[in-house]
């Protein structure tokens, strides 16, 4: 008898049970359509981003970011509102900078973190703000608890989102992750995606 381990068994539940698609549509009838989502709705599309960052689906991951303008900031846990143009923030990664996080982390190579830890990414508390110029805003506290080489580490934080529609379903644009922490040294190091 074979048993799949968890990221095996997380890659499945993400592949067969994927939330309903989004709406999707373009310009004034986007901002209708996004501020119609609801929290229920959006709650399933961060469930499902939880989803495949535990299953380590990192391409899968990244097909739900837009293509224009993405950007992933983690600030540095001292300076929460930090401008990544003028602050240190430990991660400020656009569209490129996305992708080759994901090779890099989908690769051997990426010694941190080969093989993968397995990771548990929870996300509740999801709050939902006004429609302005067609993006939705979204905000979400998280724990993310990381297990690797018998260690346990632990990140807790919000997320702040921007959800954009496109043809393809809503995306994220921004993901902006502040840790609550007020220091890393106890969770090591920040080598998984929040």
């Known amino acids: 008898m074979t048993v799949a381990t ?4 997380a890659s499945t539940a993400a592949r067969v049970n994927p939330p309903a698609p989004l709406p999707a549509a373009l310009g004034a009838e986007a901002d209708r359509e996004l501020s119609a989502l609801t929290r229920s709705e959006i709650e399933s599309f961060l469930y499902h981003e939880a989803e495949l960052l535990d299953a380590w689906d990192l ?5 739900l970011w837009s293509s224009d303008r993405a950007r992933y900031v983690v600030p540095c846990n001292d300076a929460l509102d930090g401008d990544p143009s003028t602050d240190l923030v430990l991660i400020d990664d656009d569209e490129l900078r996305l992708q080759m996080r994901v090779e890099r982390l989908n690769s051997r190579k ?6 993968h830890s397995r990771t548990n990414h929870q996300i509740f508390n999801v709050r939902l703000g006004a429609v302005i110029d067609g993006e939705l805003p979204v905000t979400a506290s998280f724990t993310v608890w990381r ?5 346990t580490s632990s990140y807790v934080g919000q997320h702040h989102y921007r959800l ?7 995306r994220i644009r921004t993901k902006r992750s502040q840790l609550d922490m007020t220091e890393l040294r106890p969770a090591g190091d920040l080598a998984i995606i929040l």
């Open 59 to 63: 391409d899968g991951w990244l097909a």
């Open 6 to 9: 968890n990221a095996e068994a």
């Open 110 to 115: 990426a010694h941190r973190e080969y093989p």
């Open 164 to 170: 954009v529609a496109t043809e393809g379903g809503v």
């Open 147 to 151: 297990f690797r080489n018998g260690r």
